[in-house]
């Protein structure tokens, strides 16, 4: 079945949940689904319509042959797939809360269609992984080509060791989560996808950000360090704010969920 046989909403397995006046969408990261939000829900769901979806790379996806990986190969198709899910729904003036990759995809889409986005809040979120001579990204090239190499060469270890990496190894549940969710992805659209992400550079894309930005960075992320969300706040052209979320590795929303909570709670101003 063709995407123009389906409809984004069903093939992206996309709900609308909770009640109030403005609607939230939660965008999930690299290897994940919606799933990983499900702590964090109840208490965005009192407030917000919540619109939550998985990417068509995601291992929950029914189809696989709706995602090209040839296709997939920059942020562009992922924002224009969020454009299309958000107009198939009639959703404007949206809060949009992005984790890792989907931070950047947030920001094209909104540079697309600025209308569609009321506010974005980009979740351990980066322009660029791979260092330059005035800019930390978190990664040298060897360090990231290694990672590529792994991928090929020993799968099942480096789903196993890029979990640890991740999410907090004091939270063992939290890293089984990710870990299934992870491994449920079609290996073949996994390689493509990482060297799209992490050998990505959406720097100049962050001058062209008019909508309201809030950037939360985890204390203690391992693949995104404190320096790129104070890089990213002086770059985005419109209001941009940083908030940390003390806690360990990339993961808050699964690993510290009531402190990442107090921050959207603060940030957006409903009470928990």
């Not at 965008?27 to 990417?55: E, M």
């Not at 930390?136 to 792994?150: C, V």
């Not at 204390?219 to 969300?229: E, F, G, H, Q, T």
């Amino acid at each position: 079945m063709s995407m123009l046989q389906t409809s984004l909403k069903a093939a992206m397995n996309a709900r609308v949940i909770g009640s109030g006046s403005e609607t939230m969408i939660l965008a999930h990261g690299f290897g994940g689904d919606q799933s990983l939000w499900d702590k964090i829900l109840p208490y965005l769901t009192k407030h917000y319509h919540v619109l939550l979806f998985d990417w068509l790379c995601s291992g929950t996806v029914k189809d696989p042959n709706l995602y090209d990986p040839l296709k997939y190969t920059s942020f562009d198709a992922f924002a224009d797939d969020l454009i299309a899910l958000m107009d198939e729904l009639h959703l404007t003036s949206s809060v949009f809360v992005g984790h890792s990759m989907s931070g950047m995809i947030g920001c094209i889409a909104s540079i697309k269609r600025p209308q569609l986005f009321s506010k974005l809040i980009l979740v351990g979120s980066s322009p660029r992984y791979i260092t330059t001579n005035d800019y930390e990204g978190g990664f040298d090239g060897a360090a990231i080509d290694n990672m590529m190499s792994s991928i090929e060469s020993d799968y099942e270890h480096w789903t196993s060791s890029f979990a640890k990496l991740l999410v907090d190894n004091n939270d063992p549940l939290s890293i089984e989560h990710y870990f299934k969710c992870l491994k449920s992805m079609n290996p073949e659209f996994v390689l493509p996808l990482a060297k799209a992400i992490f050998r990505s550079d959406e720097r100049e894309t962050l001058e062209k950000v008019t909508t309201p930005c809030t950037i939360v960075q985890v204390k203690n992320d391992l693949v995104v360090p404190n320096s790129v969300a104070y890089y990213m706040q002086k770059k985005i052209k419109g209001e941009a704010t940083v908030e940390f979320v003390n806690a360990d590795r990339h993961y808050p929303q699964l690993t510290a969920p009531l402190e990442f909570i107090h921050v959207l709670s603060r940030v957006l101003g409903f009470e928990i």
